[in-house]
């Protein structure tokens, strides 16, 4: 679309019934350009009047440690509080389930609500969600040179490098990187176009991941979206599992709960500092997918689910309190990690794992793993709070996400993290969009040798003042 088009198709949006193809984006436009200015103008204030202003200090620690707990960043979509967990927008998990739009029948929202909320940083009312949810229905049709690709590995890649390469491939839809290459862009609509291209490459996720969860794991069928469906209960329903309500609702729920957690998780960031090389979204998103394919990141939800079934196997189903105390302290004493329990940031239990075990009690309470989570739970946090070592005692929502997909028969340990994947990329292209809303720059922090910190470490002890050099 061309920055005429988009102008026209604004000035029609107000007028026009809200329905159809490209009117979602038309309001996503206009909600994000009536905030714009006032953005804009706030961060440049910051910027021109306080931009000496000093936020924390970094310690050789941090720079060694993962530049761990380093404020580095601004999100203003999202905010992970240690006591209280994710905001997204402002809004606590249990108000996003509470108050984002539903289909009828449904238990939880649709992800078009929530995408809408990221976007437009605006509670949605339900023609709003269903708009966006329209938009996707017609920018789904992913196409075919990407099936060919997909056919065209060996049937063992992983899920991720699958998914990954999908999107990545898919980059020849970019409609940013068609108009800039062409000079046909201002700095000012990088972000119209942003938004395009995030409009589309969501709209195909859930096909795309289902393409390969069919091909790898169900004889390589193909079954096409359902139009009457919504963005995930098309997924579900693309992978078979369409007939099952509950296994619908799980999906609403779980690409609800893992869209965003911050600017500072690998996914998050890395898709963050390659966009800010004005990469478009397709290449930004497929870099988020390989920092989420890591095992420290999002292909731990699959180890949880691992340990779990070895700890049922390990006694022959579900143990006794004390028997299971024993079990956990001699994993502790070994050294090993509990999969599951620790946050780098949070200091609670995960909502998110709060929101799937309330769904869990009221749909597969007999179920063992289900029971077997819970009893860790009861179990586990004392005896980790009492060893003093790991700063969060409580469980994180891997702790529960595998097995909740393996009550429904989605047993393919592999393929957990592509529908983290699906969800999480929500959050990253609402932040790469926002990202050139508010005209970020390039990423460019500076990297010192380790003689270097040995020299200022000198310096400061013989009371001299070091100068790093200038590049
Ligand atoms: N079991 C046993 N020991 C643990 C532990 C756990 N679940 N979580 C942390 N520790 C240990 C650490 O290994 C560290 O030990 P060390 O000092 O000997 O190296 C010590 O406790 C302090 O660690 P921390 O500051 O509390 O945690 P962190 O911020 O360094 O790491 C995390 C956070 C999540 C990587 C870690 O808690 C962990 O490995 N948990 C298990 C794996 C897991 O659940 N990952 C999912 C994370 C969520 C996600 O991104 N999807």
Redesign the pocket.
């Known amino acids: 679309m061309s920055t005429e088009e988009i102008a026209g198709a604004k000035s029609k949006a107000v007028k026009r019934p809200a329905v159809g193809p490209d009117e979602c984006k038309t309001i996503l436009c206009e909600k994000i350009s009536d905030t714009l200015q006032s953005w804009r103008q706030r961060v440049q204030k910051l910027q021109k009047q306080h931009g000496d202003f000093k936020i924390c200090d970094v310690t050789v620690e941090q720079i060694y440690g993962g530049i761990?707990g380093v404020m580095i960043q601004v999100s203003d979509i999202s905010y992970v509080d240690p006591m209280e967990g994710i905001r997204i927008r402002g809004y606590t998990i249990r108000e996003l389930l509470e108050e984002l739009p539903k289909a009828p029948g449904a238990k939880f929202p649709l992800a078009g609500g929530l995408y809408f909320l990221l976007m437009a940083n605006s509670l949605p009312t339900y023609e709003q969600a269903m708009l966006v949810e329209e938009e996707w229905r017609c920018r789904s049709s992913v196409p075919g040179y990407i099936f060919d690709l997909l056919d065209s590995m060996p049937l063992d890649t992983h899920p991720m490098t699958l998914f990954s390469m999908a999107i990545l491939a898919l980059r020849n839809e970019s409609q940013f990187t068609h108009q800039y290459t062409q000079g046909l862009l201002q700095k000012g609509e990088f972000w119209e176009y942003y938004l395009e291209d995030s409009l589309s490459l969501t709209a195909k996720l859930p096909t795309l991941a289902a393409y390969i969860y069919n091909w790898k794991y169900r004889g390589k069928q193909h079954i096409q979206p359902n139009p009457d469906l919504d963005w995930s209960a098309n997924f579900a329903y693309m992978i078979g599992k369409g007939d099952d309500p509950e296994y619908v609702d799980l999906c609403r729920l779980f690409f609800l709960l893992h869209s965003d957690h911050e600017g500072g998780?690998v996914s998050a960031h890395a898709a963050h500092l390659v966009s800010s090389a004005l990469s478009d979204v397709y290449l930004a998103s497929s870099a988020g997918m390989d920092g989420l394919a890591g095992p420290?990141?999002?292909l731990?939800?699959q180890?949880?689910l691992r340990w779990l079934l070895e700890l049922r196997d390990h006694f022959g189903g579900l143990p006794e309190r004390n028997a299971l105390e024993s079990y956990l302290r001699s994993e502790?004493g070994s050294g090993?990690?509990?999969?599951?329990?620790?946050?780098?940031v949070l200091r609670i239990t995960d909502p998110r794992f709060t929101a799937q075990q309330e769904y869990g009690f009221s749909v597969m309470p007999d179920d063992e793993l289900f029971r077997l989570v819970n009893l860790v739970y009861e179990v586990l946090p004392p005896i980790?709070k009492e060893q003093g070592?790991?700063?969060?005692p409580w469980p994180?929502?891997?702790?529960l996400n595998g097995t909740m997909q393996y009550h429904y028969g989605v047993c393919e340990f592999d393929f957990y993290t592509v529908l983290f994947g699906i969800s999480r990329a929500l959050g990253i292209t609402a932040h790469c969009t926002w990202a050139r809303v508010v005209g970020k720059p390039i990423e460019r922090p500076k990297s010192l040798t380790t003689q270097m910190l040995e020299d200022m470490v000198q310096a400061a002890a013989d009371g001299r003042e070091y100068e790093i050099s200038k590049e």
Do not use: S
């Open positions: 761990r998780n420290l990141h999002g731990a939800n180890e949880c502790l090993k990690v509990i999969p599951g329990y620790g946050h780098a980790l070592k790991v700063k969060n994180n929502v891997d702790a």
